[in-house]
């Protein structure tokens, strides 16, 4: 029995130590540098940019592999794929960030030729084409197994390009595919940055 007491002992002090590690690399997310990661339950983000008093993050991974973006329109604001991201999974960003803390913002779309889409309005997206470029060393993940949706247009329907949708390599290679291909979803989404996130160590 003393044994046994002793073993729960030992667990319990190992636990506390680990939570007490836990909580000690816990930083506010201003802290964090472009580039940074720091982990949520439903996996690890990247730290994107700083915009004032607001962080633009990006899933290092995928919230779902096999995703179409759409069966005939490559409108991300209309398509199938925002209606997942604003559904499935703004629900686990505002359950781990909370939804206060989940900034809601409007991103104009252009197909890589400039030609006007439909802008987007809401909490999570994905990246733009820009985007991908401006942070293309950031979002470079070798381990992921297949090529990844961004929300931009290769043109449009006038210009020959009526279903082409641009894609991101896992090593960073852009490039276009038709809409109802299935690519995986990285979400982006902008944060407040006075919360407390843990920062992954290198």
Request: net charge negative.
């Amino acid at each position: 029995m003393k044994t046994l007491l002793e073993k729960l002992e030992n667990l319990i002090a190992e636990y506390k130590e680990k939570l007490q590690e836990s909580e000690n690399t816990k930083v506010q997310l201003s802290e964090l540098k472009p580039g940074d990661v720091f982990e949520t339950s439903f996996g690890d983000l990247i730290v994107l940019e700083h915009i004032g008093d607001k962080t633009k993050v990006i899933t290092k991974g995928f919230t779902k592999e096999n995703q179409r973006f759409d069966e005939d329109s490559p409108n991300f604001a209309t398509s199938e794929i925002s209606e997942y991201l604003s559904k499935e999974v703004l629900e686990m960003f505002e359950k781990e960030f909370g939804s206060e803390n989940v900034v809601e913002h409007i991103e104009d779309v252009f197909s890589v030729d400039m030609q006007k889409y439909d802008s987007y309005m809401g909490k999570i997206r994905l990246l733009t084409f820009e985007e991908a470029r401006k942070y293309n060393d950031l979002i470079v993940n070798k381990e992921l197994p297949r090529w990844w949706w961004t929300m931009t247009p290769w043109s449009t329907k006038e210009r020959g390009w009526e279903y082409s949708i641009t894609v991101v390599s896992p090593s960073g290679i852009i490039n276009g595919i038709e809409c109802d291909n299935y690519c995986g979803v990285r979400p982006v989404c902008i944060l407040k940055s006075n919360i407390f996130v843990s920062k992954k160590n290198d």
